[in-house]
């Protein structure tokens, strides 16, 4: 079963994809051996910012974060008067971190997006955000529009905390609900209640000025109903958000949730009612003019995430804060998840004792991670510049090891317009090797039973890239 989007940090890899949340991808301790590496990337034109205070921690909830309490805070001496001193020493060492990070590259490259998550980033004061985006933009500069998204949690602004946000430049927001049903926020230990729900709502479509914002929710929660699932949707629906994340629970383990339950197990849903969930997602968001652009994510046309984009198609971007994860010049990096070795990162890194250019990335790597990202979207992966990149042989190789899947519709192989060809067609351009040049351009997995086995599917891919 499937998680939504990039995991903040890295895991331990095993050779199934890892669960994701929008967050960068992960990182792989293991090399892979390969002769001449791809060159890297172009240089980074996105920006990921951690703030990773919350008023408390969820049950289900494996990130890095600092758990504030719901007092008020005491005045900080380096602060304005109420900022929580926890939050300015923070943002402090995080604009430290900014300061010290050299720009890949010496064109000017300005950032196209910034991406502001957690944590709950809408606890942090508007006059710190403001600090940041102003960090960024003197360090890396911004581009004339760019996207500037923060998450935020209902119960944790007000109008004029949010019109504050907008009027510095966040022009995206993505509102942590995930569900609409008390007891279920109230099972997944979440620090607001149904009425916040529909507060914050209200708030966000009623602010001038904001157009583009997200709803978040989560699937196969304790004791969730196939009916509270669809009530859920249909307020979501109701609520007319431009973009929708469906996220599909994981059991963590140090979790509280990983401590009380077991996957499959009651109270959660089994895996067929898991499956069930997502299929009724894609279905009821697909009816109502969302389209399902990657395994998690549906938007209004135009609205994709573009900041998350960047992560689908294998791109660079900076990362900055706690525990997150960069991707520059090729090579994927995690930052320490405990704030004291963060800080002690930071100081080496102003020291020169880190850089950007540190370590490697193998080829095997490389692949893994286009077939992964690019089979988590409804554009699938381009099979002709796979090729070019890694070879012919192992392009075949993975054609050939799709077969059985577009037979069965798992997998769609379409051509360079994007047409999806019979699995007859398949099987043709299989058989005379591409020696009159191949039709196939694409590969991708249906929506929703391809999008349903994909850690499944790109296992596979794994086995046949790094046997």
């Known amino acids: 079963m499937l998680r939504s989007t990039f995991p903040l940090v890295s895991h331990l890899p095993s050779r199934k994809p890892p669960p994701i949340r929008p967050r960068p991808p992960p990182v792989r301790p293991y090399a892979s ?35 504030l309490g719901t007092s008020s805070p005491p005045t900080s001496p380096h602060g304005g008067d109420g900022d929580d001193p926890r939050i300015a020493d923070y943002v402090r060492l995080l604009l430290r971190e900014v300061a010290a990070t050299r720009p890949v590259s010496d064109d000017g490259v300005p950032l196209e997006t910034v991406f502001f998550g957690g944590g709950t980033p809408s606890l942090v004061p ?25 998450e935020m ?20 927001v993505s509102l942590g609900v995930q569900a609409f049903q008390e007891d279920l926020l109230r099972a997944c230990g979440r620090a607001h209640g149904l009425r916040e729900v529909h507060d914050a709502v209200g708030i966000v ?41 469906v996220y ?5 383990q140090g979790t509280k949730f990983g401590q009380l339950y077991t996957p499959g197990v009651y109270p959660l849903p089994n895996e067929k009612d898991s499956a069930n969930f997502y299929k009724i997602a894609s279905k009821r968001l697909s009816e109502a003019g969302y ?5 998690s994510s549906y938007c209004k046309t135009g609205y994709e995430c573009k900041h998350n984009v960047t992560y689908w198609q294998n791109r660079s971007f900076y990362a900055f ?10 090579i994927r990096f995690s930052r320490p998840r405990r704030m004291k070795e963060y800080a002690e990162w930071v100081q080496k890194l102003e020291n020169g004792v880190w850089s950007h ?20 979207t409804a554009w699938g992966l381009d099979v002709q510049s796979f090729s070019k990149t890694f070879g012919r042989s192992l392009t075949e190789s993975l054609c050939n090891t799709f077969r059985p899947f577009v037979e069965s519709g798992l997998v769609i192989a379409m051509d360079m317009e994007r047409r999806a060809l019979q699995p007859s067609e398949f099987e043709l351009d299989l058989q005379h090797d591409g020696e009159n040049g191949s039709r196939v351009a694409f590969i991708r997995l249906s929506d929703p039973d391809g999008f349903l086995l994909s850690n499944e599917l790109i296992s596979l891919a794994f086995g046949i890239i790094s046997p």
């Open 33 to 67: 051996s390969a002769a001449s590496p791809p060159p890297p990337p172009p240089p980074p034109a996105s920006a990921y910012v951690h703030l990773p205070f919350c008023r408390k921690r969820c049950h289900y909830c494996d990130f890095p974060i600092v758990a």
């Open 126 to 150: 508007p006059r710190l955000v403001a600090a940041v985006l102003d960090a960024l933009r003197t360090r890396f500069g911004l581009s004339a529009s760019p996207e500037v998204s923060i």
């Open 153 to 172: 949690d209902p119960g944790t602004f007000d109008a004029a905390k949010l019109r504050e946000l907008v009027g510095l430049g966040v022009n995206r």
């Open 205 to 245: 479509t009623a602010c001038e000025g904001l157009q583009n914002w997200s709803m978040d929710l989560i699937s196969s929660l304790p004791n969730q109903t196939e009916e509270m699932w669809e009530e859920s949707l249909r307020c979501t629906v109701d609520a007319r958000p431009t973009h929708v994340s």
């Open 248 to 252: 599909d629970l994981q059991i963590e």
């Open 291 to 295: 389209n399902h652009y990657e395994i």
């Open 321 to 330: 804060g706690l525990g997150s994860a960069s991707y520059i010049n090729g």
């Open 357 to 376: 250019e540190s370590g490697n990335s193998g080829i095997k790597d490389m692949a893994m991670d286009v077939v992964m990202l690019s089979l988590r």
